[in-house]
């Protein structure tokens, strides 16, 4: 057990880095602690260790806490500072976001720089923040002030996952503070589909964060730059070969990943577009793709078109796992240790820390109070020189050295992911939530597909067996009898149809109420660019604002489905219609005069669900654009009129 310590350190938090100025290698020598002069915590960039510092650290042993039974040595860590994000990636996020810690369980900024210590002081060398969207903590460039100063004590990477979209205001205070890589996230370079994976607009932003960084390295930052793209057939995976060609002429590294499953992200099979396809695709445009030589831990294997400025790389969580030469330690944003990306077992190392202060979370007073960094230091010449100094430190290392000692070979030992039936989270995710096979009757409508001919002949087979049979005839008779009104019955599979196969209008009468949304989308696509050109430059037509007028021609369009679309139930009780309309530039392909881009959500709470109002909100909006437009483009096509998503109801949440 620890004791509370009386003696007060009354030193500033920004004192103790600046002290190591001259500290590194002098405590370590000495084995004492210097006194600090105090500066500003926004104070220079520390220098980088000196070869010296560097040949010392790589001639000691690399700590026992952090090497595993499989002998790999785990000198990365990635630091997850916040739970919040800007952003719901449909592969990520679910729309309604997550159920957010409580504040006071979330590790504190000193809290984030104590444990970023006590790890670099036994080999970390690379630091990356995500989250979550790192950038959408209030205090994240002081964190990697104080983080970045950790360079004097063998830290020699300090990255940053993100999104992009605030970056661009946060860069250059980062790369002072010791920014040296951001892996930014893009899955999509058409503004629309942005908007459609990632629930939120925002992509001039991260452009805005892309062209920033290739500024700043222009002038020699040095920032390594990756863009992390995740691919969802049918969603993203056109978009593979565009994503190669950014590095024609940029100097970027463009990683693919393959879409995995996480808790509530409606994961499945058919939606995984695996390493070997996207080699495919990329090899069938460029046949003299070539690989590239992999560092050791890399997470991705990296391939180059000849004669392009960047290269690509695929991360193959789901089809080849990495995990031989994994380096990797994680700590959440409320102060576990993860040891596996995919593993549940974790240890709590906040409440380790916090347990000297009653509990409570550690804010810099408390931290000067418990003399933590102090004693990193300490812990800090362990490793340097063998010695126990400290059983503050020896306790905490313990405990991530156990826990890192029970790390298994790869995947947290559970095989490959897709295989992975003891997930209890992705599993009940999975299985409520998306069609193990495609419904037959889907197929049904190709005529003279094997599986419309199946459907067909499975379809007769049992609607003879049923009406041969004497309970389904007992049953229609005791319908009959007793309501003295036409059957209300609906086919399982169409049920706008009776089982006798005629139409009606589905009874929800016993159907529960509940909240209910549903996101549609379609395009308008220009065949000439006068209409771009036009509205581009803010102009509407003789006939009014296109885009406003349009949204409304969507809302009303909403109200009135039920006159349009014969079997749709009156009166759902529509309790909101959003329409968005936007003008995409051209980009070649279909829309190589540019388009506009419709999308439409509506919400209500009832019975029955609002797919069908959003589908007809985002048609009525389209045809108005074309009505509006017609005097200068007649050879508009309108298309793509789909559903994007849809919640509430017996089906839950379904996402294209
Ligand atoms: N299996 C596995 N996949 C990981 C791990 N860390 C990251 N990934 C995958 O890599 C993707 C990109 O993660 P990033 O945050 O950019 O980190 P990174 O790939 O480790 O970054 P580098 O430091 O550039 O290697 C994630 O979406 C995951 O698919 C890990 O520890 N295990
Ligand atoms: C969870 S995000 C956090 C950092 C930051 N918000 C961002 O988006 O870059 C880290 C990385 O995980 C990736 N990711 C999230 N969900 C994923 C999934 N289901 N499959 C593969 N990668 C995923 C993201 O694309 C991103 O590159
Ligand atoms: S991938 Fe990143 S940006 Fe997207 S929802 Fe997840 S945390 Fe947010
Ligand atoms: S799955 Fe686990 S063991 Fe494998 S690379 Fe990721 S973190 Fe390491």
């Known amino acids: 057990m620890l004791c509370r310590r009386p003696a007060f350190n009354r030193r500033l938090l920004s004192v103790r880095w600046q002290s190591t100025a001259t500290s590194s290698s002098t405590v370590r020598a000495s084995g004492g602690v210097p006194t600090p002069t105090p500066t500003p915590a926004s104070a220079e960039i520390p220098p980088p260790p000196t070869p010296r510092l560097n040949a010392l650290r790589s001639a000691k042993p690399f700590s026992e806490f952090l090497t595993d039974t499989f002998n790999r040595q785990h000198d990365y860590l990635r630091i997850s500072v916040t739970e919040r994000c800007n952003l719901r990636c449909l592969y990520c996020m679910p729309e309604e976001g997550i159920e957010l810690s409580p504040q006071p369980r979330l590790l504190t900024s000193p809290e984030i720089v104590y444990l970023s210590s006590l790890f670099v002081s036994q080999g970390v060398t690379k630091i990356r923040l995500t989250g979550g969207e790192p950038t959408v903590r209030k205090d994240i460039v002081p964190l990697m002030q104080d983080i970045g100063k950790l360079r004097r004590d063998g ?11 605030s970056l661009h205001r946060k860069l250059d205070a980062m790369v002072e503070a010791g920014l040296t890589g951001v892996n930014l996230s893009l899955d999509t370079l058409d503004p629309f589909q942005y908007q459609i994976m990632t629930r939120r607009k925002g992509f001039e932003a991260v452009m805005k964060s892309i062209d920033r960084i290739l ?30 060609e950014l590095g024609r002429e940029k100097p970027v590294e463009v990683r693919f990943i393959e879409y995995m499953p996480f808790d509530g992200n409606k994961w499945n099979q058919g939606k995984m577009f695996s390493y070997q396809e996207m080699l495919a695709v990329i090899r069938e ?45 994680r700590i959440t944003s409320d102060g576990n240790l993860k040891v596996c990306l995919f593993g549940n077992a ?57 826990a890192v000692k029970r790390k298994k070979a790869k995947h947290a030992g559970m095989g490959q992911l897709e295989n992975m039936k003891n997930r209890p989270m992705i599993l009940i995710a999975v299985l409520s939530s998306t069609w193990k096979t495609v419904p037959p009757h889907l197929f049904s409508s190709i005529p003279g597909s094997s599986q419309a001919r199946l459907y067909h002949s499975q379809r007769s087979q049992s609607n003879n067996a049923a009406s041969s049979s004497e309970e389904k005839n007992a049953e229609r008779s005791e319908e009959n009898k007793t309501s003295h009104s036409l059957p209300t019955a609906s086919d399982p599979d169409l049920p706008h ?12 009468t016993k159907k529960p109420e509940t909240s209910r949304k549903a996101t549609a989308a379609c395009e308008v696509l220009f065949s000439n660019l006068r209409p771009w050109e036009l509205l581009r430059k803010g102009q509407g037509t003789h006939k009014g604002d296109v885009f406003s007028v349009a949204r409304i021609a969507g809302i009303m369009a909403a109200k009135r489905t039920p006159d349009l679309v014969p079997l749709c139930h009156p009166g759902i009780g529509i309790t909101g219609v959003e329409v968005s309309v936007d003008l995409v530039e051209p980009r070649g392909g279909e829309s190589e005069y540019g388009s506009m881009q419709i999308m439409s959500t509506v919400s209500c709470f009832g019975r029955t669900g609002v797919e069908m109002e959003a589908m007809t909100a985002a048609t009525g909006a389209a045809l108005t654009v074309y009505d509006m437009l017609k005097a200068v483009d007649k050879g508009m096509i309108i298309g793509g009129v789909r559903l994007l998503e849809k919640h509430g109801g017996k089906s839950g949440h379904w996402v294209r």
């Open 497 to 508: 149809l009776t089982p006798s196969q005629t139409v009606h209008m589905t009874q929800i």
């Open 155 to 165: 830290l020699r990477e300090l990255c940053l996952t993100t999104n992009g979209i």
């Open 215 to 244: 500024e700043m390295n222009k002038v020699g930052a040095g920032i390594k730059l990756k863009i992390n793209c995740v691919v969802m057939r049918g969603m993203n995976d056109r978009e593979i070969i565009p994503f190669v």
């Open 285 to 329: 445009k460029y046949p003299s793709l070539e690989k590239v030589t992999d560092h050791k831990n890399d997470t991705s294997k990296t391939y180059k078109v000849p004669g392009f400025q960047g290269q690509m790389g695929f991360i193959t969580s789901m089809t080849h796992n990495f995990c031989g030469t994994c380096n990797r330690l």
């Open 346 to 402: 974790e240890v709590s190392l906040r409440d380790i820390i916090r347990r000297e202060n009653d509990g409570q979370p550690i804010d810099e007073d408390a931290l000067r109070e418990l003399r933590l960094l102090e004693t990193v230091q300490s812990a800090a010449h362990l490793s340097d020189e063998g010695g126990l100094v400290n059983e503050r430190e020896r306790e905490i290392l313990d405990i991530i050295g156990a």
